[in-house]
């Protein structure tokens, strides 16, 4: 599944003609991305949209899959970092945004029956779940790499998947996470290739933002954690890993993915690959020192 | 140079004979041990003394070498992290112990004669150095890794050369330090074998501590900063690095070392290897978080 992709297939004109166009003064940035993606304005990924302000990951199940959910993300903070939860049926996210609505603040979400992406041709995407609305849906928004990945450039550690336009390597690991009623999974991480010295100042930067899978969990030997081929990730695109660097992994926000896949909910809805919420939270407020 | 072999041959009754023997009751673990080190009851490493309290590295410099010292410490702080610099001809040094005299608190002391260890046959070697005191020496005391050791073995993280009862092994870099007048040399590093994940871990908590040297410098390829064969070090004991470890290398205290052999003051006293200052200071102390 290649997010890239998906990302240019779902039409965007459903959206533009529901939605209205109204353009607040004084809004943030955040505030504006998330207005132009409501408005239809925007259905392309998130990263580099509304820089300083948190996006988050989202995955939205029936009321009797959030309670197993929900301990499955406290079992396992560093892939499931919970930003926040809504309550059942209310589409609103007040600590994440006051104007936030989860049914059109995405730009494309995908949606899972019995565990696989529904439909074709676009792997079950939508710009829009108003349609697919449930009253005892409830809402999971987890942090995400983009918030750390921004603290990283602003120190002057190189990110190379940023640095070639690609989406983040990502690969499923030996690593198992601690398993909820009918969740388990192994982990999924996100690799950076990085010098030692850039390392050692990405594991200091990244520990200060545990909220947002925090220090790395591995670096190195792939194999070590069950990874064949640095080359072919499970998601997202490849990088090239040069002689004098090492891949450093940090656990990612997928793994919610591969648990709901093998828990096979009747309905499941989650953002697609790099569409991510956009919060009014600020980056560095996610720093714990 | 191997300071295991030093420690066993300075004789100690010169210092039992001029010392009085009073223990005084209510006297912290720090203070016995150096009231004993004072008396001449302990004479060897200082490693496991007085668990919780601050050692420290020592070299004692002339006046007229102390100011481009004390700049060669402020411009390398990873390998020279100043905890206390005396005033001159003062063995006093009262922020780090009340009772401190750096005349005969250190079990064993080197003489350097222009840059050389002066004489033979413990290599300079001294248990007291009151009959070399100058009303020109100033003295510095600089961070050790012991203190960022005991907090490593407080949270799990396994410390190979100290399981093996040796010590560490230490290796000039092809890193340069930043030159100071006089003073100019290349880094000397430590190296503890670890895994990744006790690698992580590490990283994190010696991070805290920047004035025991910190974070890492470097891990992995030993090539990199210039050291060819890792079971060969320049000083210390060689420990063996399994295959599922990559060596983590540690700015070290021995760097000032080389720098006061290259600059080849007439006279210059530091502690024996091992043989730190105890001081009253806590380890948790340093902790800047």
């Known amino acids: 599944m290649n997010p890239t992709q998906l990302v240019q297939r779902a039409p965007v004109e459903a959206k533009l003609a529901t939605i209205g166009t109204k353009t607040p003064e004084n809004e943030t940035t955040a505030q ?3 207005r132009r993606i409501r408005q239809g304005q925007e259905s392309g990924q998130t990263s580099g949209m509304a820089p300083g302000f948190v996006q988050g990951n989202v995955v939205i199940l029936p009321a009797d899959w959030a309670g197993d ?11 499931c970092p919970l930003l926040a939860v809504s309550d059942p049926g209310n589409p609103r996210l007040p600590t994440l945004g006051a104007d936030i609505d989860i049914r059109t603040d995405l730009p494309r979400y995908v949606l899972f029956r019995d565990g696989e992406p529904d439909g074709d041709p676009a792997f079950g995407e939508v710009v ?6 449930r009253d005892d849906f409830v809402t999971f928004v987890l942090g995400c790499s983009f918030s750390f990945e921004e603290d990283l450039i602003a ?6 998947h940023i640095g070639l336009g690609r989406n983040v390597p990502m690969y499923r690991t030996s690593i198992p996470c601690t398993g909820a ?3 388990q999974s192994d982990m999924v991480v996100s690799m950076r290739p990085l010098t030692p010295k850039d ?3 990405a594991i200091q930067l990244t520990s200060r933002f545990p909220s947002v899978h925090g220090a790395p969990v591995h670096f190195g030997d792939p194999r070590a954690i069950g990874i064949g081929d640095l080359q072919q990730p499970d998601f997202g695109d490849p990088v090239p890993v040069d002689a004098a660097e090492v891949p450093v992994f940090w656990a990612c926000g997928c793994t ?4 709901i896949r093998a828990a096979r909910p009747p309905i ?5 690959p790099g569409c991510m919420l956009i919060t009014d939270l600020r980056n560095t407020h996610l720093s714990v020192i």
Not at 69 to 79: D, I, S, T, Y
């Open 268 to 272: 499941a809805i989650m953002h697609s």
């Open 32 to 34: 504006t991305a998330r």
């Open 181 to 183: 009623g009918r969740f």
């Open 199 to 201: 390392a050692i100042r």
């Open 155 to 160: 120190d002057g550690v190189p990110v190379r």
């Open 256 to 259: 919610p993915q591969l648990a």
């Open 128 to 133: 829009d779940i108003r349609e697919h609305w």
């Open 69 to 79: 959910f929900l301990r499955f993300c406290q079992a396992n903070p560093k892939p």
